[in-house]
Protein backbone atom coordinates (compact mmCIF):
# COMPACT_ATOMS: atom_id res chain seq x y z
CA UNK A 1 0.00 0.00 0.00
CA UNK A 2 1.36 3.77 -0.20
CA UNK A 3 2.31 5.49 2.14
CA UNK A 4 2.00 8.79 3.57
CA UNK A 5 6.05 9.51 4.43
CA UNK A 6 6.89 12.93 3.58
CA UNK A 7 3.56 13.88 5.78
CA UNK A 8 2.86 16.69 3.08
CA UNK A 9 -0.10 16.63 0.54
CA UNK A 10 1.73 16.29 -2.07
CA UNK A 11 1.14 15.19 -5.34
CA UNK A 12 1.83 13.96 -9.30
CA UNK A 13 3.10 17.13 -10.14
CA UNK A 14 5.39 18.27 -7.74
CA UNK A 15 2.74 20.52 -5.94
CA UNK A 16 2.18 20.81 -2.48
CA UNK A 17 -1.26 21.28 -0.84
CA UNK A 18 -0.93 23.27 2.26
CA UNK A 19 -4.70 26.16 2.02
CA UNK A 20 -7.56 23.98 3.30
CA UNK A 21 -11.34 25.49 2.23
CA UNK A 22 -13.14 23.83 4.70
CA UNK A 23 -17.05 23.93 3.78
CA UNK A 24 -18.73 24.30 7.04
CA UNK A 25 -22.20 23.79 5.76
CA UNK A 26 -24.40 24.14 1.74
CA UNK A 27 -26.94 26.13 3.37
CA UNK A 28 -27.15 29.36 1.86
CA UNK A 29 -29.64 32.50 2.54
CA UNK A 30 -29.22 34.05 -1.06
CA UNK A 31 -30.07 32.23 -4.76
CA UNK A 32 -27.54 34.40 -6.96
CA UNK A 33 -28.45 33.55 -10.09
CA UNK A 34 -25.24 31.73 -11.09
CA UNK A 35 -25.00 29.83 -8.54
CA UNK A 36 -28.39 28.31 -7.18
CA UNK A 37 -31.77 28.03 -9.07
CA UNK A 38 -34.77 30.20 -7.71
CA UNK A 39 -36.51 27.31 -6.19
CA UNK A 40 -36.40 23.81 -5.54
CA UNK A 41 -32.96 23.73 -3.76
CA UNK A 42 -32.06 20.21 -2.44
CA UNK A 43 -30.16 20.60 0.82
CA UNK A 44 -27.21 17.88 1.68
CA UNK A 45 -29.25 15.46 4.46
CA UNK A 46 -28.82 17.35 7.58
CA UNK A 47 -27.49 13.63 9.24
CA UNK A 48 -24.43 14.08 6.81
CA UNK A 49 -23.56 17.40 7.54
CA UNK A 50 -20.40 17.19 9.98
CA UNK A 51 -20.64 18.96 13.70
CA UNK A 52 -18.27 21.53 15.00
CA UNK A 53 -16.17 18.51 16.99
CA UNK A 54 -15.89 17.13 13.56
CA UNK A 55 -15.21 19.88 11.41
CA UNK A 56 -12.20 21.13 14.28
CA UNK A 57 -11.12 17.44 14.13
CA UNK A 58 -10.89 17.70 10.17
CA UNK A 59 -8.61 20.92 10.84
CA UNK A 60 -6.50 19.39 13.56
CA UNK A 61 -5.50 16.42 11.04
CA UNK A 62 -4.95 18.78 7.85
CA UNK A 63 -2.51 20.93 10.41
CA UNK A 64 -0.83 18.57 12.71
CA UNK A 65 -0.70 15.78 10.08
CA UNK A 66 -0.55 17.11 6.97
CA UNK A 67 1.17 20.48 6.52
CA UNK A 68 -2.14 22.61 6.49
CA UNK A 69 -1.16 26.19 6.78
CA UNK A 70 -4.27 28.08 6.22
CA UNK A 71 -7.38 27.47 6.61
CA UNK A 72 -10.59 29.55 4.73
CA UNK A 73 -13.98 28.43 5.87
CA UNK A 74 -16.90 28.69 2.88
CA UNK A 75 -20.03 27.11 2.12
CA UNK A 76 -23.21 27.80 1.41
CA UNK A 77 -23.25 30.49 3.62
CA UNK A 78 -21.37 30.01 6.57
CA UNK A 79 -22.94 33.05 8.82
CA UNK A 80 -26.07 30.28 8.50
CA UNK A 81 -24.80 28.09 11.05
CA UNK A 82 -25.15 29.37 14.76
CA UNK A 83 -21.92 27.73 15.71
CA UNK A 84 -19.23 29.26 13.93
CA UNK A 85 -17.39 30.68 16.28
CA UNK A 86 -17.30 27.89 18.01
CA UNK A 87 -15.92 25.81 15.42
CA UNK A 88 -13.17 28.83 14.70
CA UNK A 89 -12.34 29.45 18.58
CA UNK A 90 -11.91 24.94 18.62
CA UNK A 91 -9.37 25.42 15.80
CA UNK A 92 -7.46 28.50 16.78
CA UNK A 93 -6.95 27.77 20.36
CA UNK A 94 -5.39 24.03 19.42
CA UNK A 95 -3.55 25.80 16.34
CA UNK A 96 -3.34 29.61 17.21
CA UNK A 97 -0.03 29.91 14.08
CA UNK A 98 -2.79 28.85 11.39
CA UNK A 99 -4.28 31.78 9.81
CA UNK A 100 -8.21 31.55 9.79
CA UNK A 101 -9.87 33.27 7.43
CA UNK A 102 -13.95 33.24 6.16
CA UNK A 103 -15.92 33.82 3.25
CA UNK A 104 -19.02 35.08 3.35
CA UNK A 105 -21.98 36.84 1.50
CA UNK A 106 -21.81 39.17 4.69
CA UNK A 107 -25.48 39.10 5.68
CA UNK A 108 -25.27 39.29 9.71
CA UNK A 109 -21.83 39.84 9.32
CA UNK A 110 -22.13 43.15 10.94
CA UNK A 111 -23.61 41.80 14.30
CA UNK A 112 -21.10 38.52 14.19
CA UNK A 113 -17.92 40.39 13.40
CA UNK A 114 -16.79 40.83 16.72
CA UNK A 115 -17.81 37.66 18.10
CA UNK A 116 -15.80 35.59 15.16
CA UNK A 117 -12.37 38.00 15.52
CA UNK A 118 -13.01 36.80 19.17
CA UNK A 119 -13.14 33.33 18.62
CA UNK A 120 -9.85 33.66 16.28
CA UNK A 121 -10.72 34.49 12.81
CA UNK A 122 -7.99 36.46 11.06
CA UNK A 123 -9.38 37.63 7.83
CA UNK A 124 -12.47 38.05 5.88
CA UNK A 125 -14.08 37.94 1.64
CA UNK A 126 -17.04 39.15 1.18
CA UNK A 127 -19.02 38.21 -1.82
CA UNK A 128 -20.78 41.32 -3.40
CA UNK A 129 -21.30 41.69 -7.04
CA UNK A 130 -22.89 45.28 -7.39
CA UNK A 131 -23.76 48.33 -4.96
CA UNK A 132 -27.09 48.50 -6.47
CA UNK A 133 -30.10 47.82 -4.77
CA UNK A 134 -31.85 46.73 -7.61
CA UNK A 135 -29.27 45.03 -9.66
CA UNK A 136 -28.12 43.42 -5.97
CA UNK A 137 -31.73 41.81 -5.60
CA UNK A 138 -32.16 41.05 -9.27
CA UNK A 139 -28.67 38.53 -8.85
CA UNK A 140 -29.23 37.14 -5.79
CA UNK A 141 -32.82 37.03 -5.38
CA UNK A 142 -33.11 38.62 -2.52
CA UNK A 143 -33.13 42.02 -0.26
CA UNK A 144 -30.14 42.69 1.70
CA UNK A 145 -27.42 45.02 -0.18
CA UNK A 146 -27.23 47.74 3.16
CA UNK A 147 -26.73 44.81 5.57
CA UNK A 148 -23.78 43.29 3.38
CA UNK A 149 -22.63 47.37 3.00
CA UNK A 150 -23.02 46.88 6.66
CA UNK A 151 -21.49 43.64 7.49
CA UNK A 152 -18.20 45.09 5.58
CA UNK A 153 -18.20 48.12 7.73
CA UNK A 154 -18.49 45.92 10.90
CA UNK A 155 -15.33 43.46 9.46
CA UNK A 156 -12.90 46.35 9.48
CA UNK A 157 -14.04 47.97 13.04
CA UNK A 158 -13.94 44.49 14.25
CA UNK A 159 -9.94 44.19 12.98
CA UNK A 160 -10.59 41.37 10.20
CA UNK A 161 -8.51 43.26 7.90
CA UNK A 162 -7.55 43.35 5.09
CA UNK A 163 -11.17 42.79 4.41
CA UNK A 164 -11.44 41.65 0.54
CA UNK A 165 -14.70 42.21 -1.92
CA UNK A 166 -15.05 38.93 -4.41
CA UNK A 167 -17.62 39.96 -7.23
CA UNK A 168 -18.74 37.95 -10.34
CA UNK A 169 -19.03 40.03 -13.46
CA UNK A 170 -22.42 38.87 -15.54
CA UNK A 171 -22.57 40.28 -19.09
CA UNK A 172 -25.48 42.83 -19.59
CA UNK A 173 -26.25 42.00 -15.68
CA UNK A 174 -23.66 44.17 -13.63
CA UNK A 175 -20.76 44.24 -15.50
CA UNK A 176 -21.37 48.19 -16.93
CA UNK A 177 -21.25 48.92 -12.90
CA UNK A 178 -17.84 47.91 -12.25
CA UNK A 179 -16.69 51.38 -11.81
CA UNK A 180 -19.50 51.72 -8.87
CA UNK A 181 -18.13 48.29 -7.24
CA UNK A 182 -14.80 49.65 -7.87
CA UNK A 183 -14.86 53.15 -6.74
CA UNK A 184 -16.77 51.73 -3.06
CA UNK A 185 -14.14 49.63 -2.90
CA UNK A 186 -11.09 52.25 -3.12
CA UNK A 187 -13.29 54.21 -0.83
CA UNK A 188 -13.50 51.62 1.83
CA UNK A 189 -9.75 50.49 1.57
CA UNK A 190 -11.02 46.79 0.96
CA UNK A 191 -9.11 44.79 -2.16
CA UNK A 192 -12.12 44.42 -5.01
CA UNK A 193 -11.04 40.91 -6.44
CA UNK A 194 -13.21 39.70 -9.61
CA UNK A 195 -13.46 35.74 -10.40
CA UNK A 196 -14.37 35.06 -13.74
CA UNK A 197 -17.97 33.15 -13.98
CA UNK A 198 -16.84 29.30 -13.89
CA UNK A 199 -18.71 26.57 -15.33
CA UNK A 200 -19.89 25.22 -11.94
CA UNK A 201 -23.08 26.98 -11.04
CA UNK A 202 -26.48 24.82 -10.15
CA UNK A 203 -28.28 26.38 -12.87
CA UNK A 204 -25.86 25.00 -15.49
CA UNK A 205 -26.28 27.34 -18.11
CA UNK A 206 -22.58 28.89 -17.76
CA UNK A 207 -21.77 30.06 -21.70
CA UNK A 208 -17.92 30.78 -22.74
CA UNK A 209 -19.54 33.71 -25.10
CA UNK A 210 -21.21 35.10 -22.21
CA UNK A 211 -17.94 35.57 -19.93
CA UNK A 212 -16.60 38.97 -18.43
CA UNK A 213 -12.41 37.88 -18.88
CA UNK A 214 -9.66 39.29 -16.73
CA UNK A 215 -9.10 41.32 -20.29
CA UNK A 216 -12.30 42.47 -20.29
CA UNK A 217 -11.90 43.72 -16.88
CA UNK A 218 -8.60 45.27 -17.31
CA UNK A 219 -10.13 46.53 -19.94
CA UNK A 220 -12.86 48.18 -18.60
CA UNK A 221 -10.81 49.22 -15.43
CA UNK A 222 -7.99 51.03 -17.56
CA UNK A 223 -11.33 53.57 -19.07
CA UNK A 224 -10.70 55.32 -15.81
CA UNK A 225 -7.68 54.51 -14.58
CA UNK A 226 -4.05 52.72 -14.74
CA UNK A 227 -3.38 49.43 -13.88
CA UNK A 228 0.21 48.40 -12.79
CA UNK A 229 0.70 44.62 -12.13
CA UNK A 230 1.73 43.92 -8.78
CA UNK A 231 4.67 40.71 -8.20
CA UNK A 232 5.26 38.16 -5.86
CA UNK A 233 1.78 36.28 -6.32
CA UNK A 234 2.87 32.85 -5.48
CA UNK A 235 0.38 30.19 -5.23
CA UNK A 236 -2.53 32.86 -4.89
CA UNK A 237 -5.44 32.29 -7.00
CA UNK A 238 -5.83 36.42 -7.47
CA UNK A 239 -3.59 38.22 -9.94
CA UNK A 240 -3.03 41.89 -8.41
CA UNK A 241 -2.79 44.92 -9.41
CA UNK A 242 -1.82 48.59 -8.65
CA UNK A 243 -4.76 50.87 -9.40
CA UNK A 244 -3.15 54.69 -10.22
CA UNK A 245 -5.70 57.35 -11.74
CA UNK A 246 -4.38 58.58 -14.76
CA UNK A 247 -2.08 61.42 -12.95
CA UNK A 248 -0.57 57.85 -11.12
CA UNK A 249 -1.32 58.72 -7.90
CA UNK A 250 -1.76 55.28 -6.07
CA UNK A 251 -5.70 55.24 -5.42
CA UNK A 252 -5.38 51.19 -3.90
CA UNK A 253 -5.34 47.29 -5.29
CA UNK A 254 -7.75 44.88 -7.68
CA UNK A 255 -6.93 41.30 -8.04
CA UNK A 256 -8.86 39.35 -10.76
CA UNK A 257 -9.13 35.09 -10.28
CA UNK A 258 -9.01 34.21 -13.93
CA UNK A 259 -9.67 30.65 -13.36
CA UNK A 260 -11.09 30.34 -16.83
CA UNK A 261 -8.74 32.17 -19.23
CA UNK A 262 -5.91 32.65 -17.41
CA UNK A 263 -5.67 29.09 -15.40
CA UNK A 264 -3.22 28.85 -12.31
CA UNK A 265 -3.89 25.21 -11.47
CA UNK A 266 0.32 24.43 -11.66
CA UNK A 267 0.56 27.02 -8.62
CA UNK A 268 -2.25 25.23 -7.09
CA UNK A 269 -1.95 24.23 -3.34
CA UNK A 270 -5.26 23.96 -2.53
CA UNK A 271 -7.34 20.75 -0.62
CA UNK A 272 -10.67 21.03 -0.40
CA UNK A 273 -13.11 19.51 2.03
CA UNK A 274 -17.16 19.35 1.66
CA UNK A 275 -19.76 20.13 4.60
CA UNK A 276 -20.43 16.63 4.68
CA UNK A 277 -16.98 15.26 4.85
CA UNK A 278 -16.14 14.65 0.90
CA UNK A 279 -12.49 15.20 -0.16
CA UNK A 280 -11.84 16.89 -3.29
CA UNK A 281 -8.40 17.64 -4.52
CA UNK A 282 -10.00 20.20 -7.12
CA UNK A 283 -12.81 22.48 -7.01
CA UNK A 284 -13.93 20.99 -10.73
CA UNK A 285 -13.23 17.05 -9.25
CA UNK A 286 -15.43 14.37 -10.60
CA UNK A 287 -13.83 12.63 -8.12
CA UNK A 288 -14.33 12.60 -3.87
CA UNK A 289 -13.59 10.97 -1.35
CA UNK A 290 -15.25 9.92 1.89
CA UNK A 291 -13.70 11.04 4.94
CA UNK A 292 -17.03 11.44 7.21
CA UNK A 293 -17.40 7.65 7.10
CA UNK A 294 -14.14 6.62 8.74
CA UNK A 295 -14.29 9.89 10.40
CA UNK A 296 -17.56 8.60 12.28
CA UNK A 297 -16.31 4.82 12.81
CA UNK A 298 -13.37 5.75 14.70
CA UNK A 299 -10.46 5.99 12.48
CA UNK A 300 -7.46 7.50 13.97
CA UNK A 301 -5.94 10.89 12.57
CA UNK A 302 -3.43 8.80 11.15
CA UNK A 303 -5.88 6.54 8.69
CA UNK A 304 -8.04 10.05 8.02
CA UNK A 305 -4.25 11.53 7.05
CA UNK A 306 -3.33 8.62 5.04
CA UNK A 307 -6.45 8.33 3.23
CA UNK A 308 -6.22 12.17 2.63
CA UNK A 309 -2.86 12.19 1.13
CA UNK A 310 -3.94 9.57 -1.14
CA UNK A 311 -6.08 11.45 -2.95
CA UNK A 312 -4.03 14.69 -3.35
CA UNK A 313 -1.63 12.50 -4.33
CA UNK A 314 -4.07 11.66 -7.87
CA UNK A 315 -4.72 15.27 -7.91
CA UNK A 316 -5.51 16.21 -11.59
CA UNK A 317 -2.77 18.64 -13.57
CA UNK A 318 -5.66 20.86 -14.30
CA UNK A 319 -8.87 21.94 -13.83
CA UNK A 320 -10.46 18.08 -12.58
CA UNK A 321 -9.41 16.81 -16.43
CA UNK A 322 -6.43 15.66 -17.27
CA UNK A 323 -6.95 17.42 -21.06
CA UNK A 324 -6.82 20.43 -18.94
CA UNK A 325 -9.41 23.94 -19.75
CA UNK A 326 -12.65 24.29 -20.39
CA UNK A 327 -13.04 22.75 -23.79
CA UNK A 328 -14.96 20.06 -25.69
CA UNK A 329 -13.51 17.48 -22.55
CA UNK A 330 -14.36 19.57 -19.86
CA UNK A 331 -17.43 17.97 -17.28
CA UNK A 332 -19.27 20.26 -15.09
CA UNK A 333 -18.89 18.28 -11.70
CA UNK A 334 -22.27 16.37 -10.34
CA UNK A 335 -22.09 18.63 -6.86
CA UNK A 336 -23.26 22.17 -7.19
CA UNK A 337 -20.90 25.19 -5.73
CA UNK A 338 -22.68 25.58 -2.89
CA UNK A 339 -22.35 21.72 -1.79
CA UNK A 340 -18.75 21.89 -2.76
CA UNK A 341 -17.39 24.99 -0.81
CA UNK A 342 -16.24 28.13 -2.96
N1 LIG B 1 -21.73 32.19 0.74
C1 LIG B 1 -20.36 32.58 0.74
C2 LIG B 1 -20.15 33.78 -0.18
O1 LIG B 1 -21.11 34.28 -0.75
O2 LIG B 1 -19.01 34.22 -0.29
C3 LIG B 1 -19.38 31.48 0.42
C4 LIG B 1 -19.72 30.53 -0.69
S1 LIG B 1 -19.81 31.22 -2.30
C5 LIG B 1 -20.07 29.77 -3.25
C6 LIG B 1 -18.12 31.66 -2.58
C7 LIG B 1 -17.84 32.50 -3.78
O3 LIG B 1 -18.07 31.74 -4.93
C8 LIG B 1 -18.68 33.75 -3.91
O4 LIG B 1 -17.82 34.85 -4.04
C9 LIG B 1 -19.45 33.53 -5.18
O5 LIG B 1 -19.68 34.73 -5.89
C10 LIG B 1 -18.54 32.61 -5.94
N2 LIG B 1 -19.19 31.84 -6.98
C11 LIG B 1 -20.31 31.10 -6.90
N3 LIG B 1 -20.59 30.53 -8.08
C12 LIG B 1 -19.62 30.92 -8.93
C13 LIG B 1 -19.34 30.68 -10.30
N4 LIG B 1 -20.12 29.90 -11.05
N5 LIG B 1 -18.24 31.25 -10.83
C14 LIG B 1 -17.43 32.03 -10.09
N6 LIG B 1 -17.64 32.29 -8.79
C15 LIG B 1 -18.72 31.75 -8.23
Given at each position: MWLVTSRQLVDRFGRTATDLRLSVTDVCNLRCTYCLPATGVTWLPRATILSADELARVAHIGISQL???K?????????????????IRAIAVAHPDVEIALTTNGIGLAERAKALASAGLHRVNVSLDTVH????AAMTRRDGLQRVLDGIRGAVEAGLNPVKINSVLLAGINDHELHDLLDFCLAEGSELRFIEQMPIGATRDWARENLISAADIRGIIEQRHRL???PGRGPAPAQRWEVLSTEGATLGTVGIVASVTEPF???????????DGQLRSCLFSQRETDLRTPLRAGASDEEIAQLWAEAMWAKPRAHGSDAGGFGLHFIQPERPMNAIGG
Open positions: GITIRLTGGEPLTRPDLDQIPETYRELCEACDRTRISA
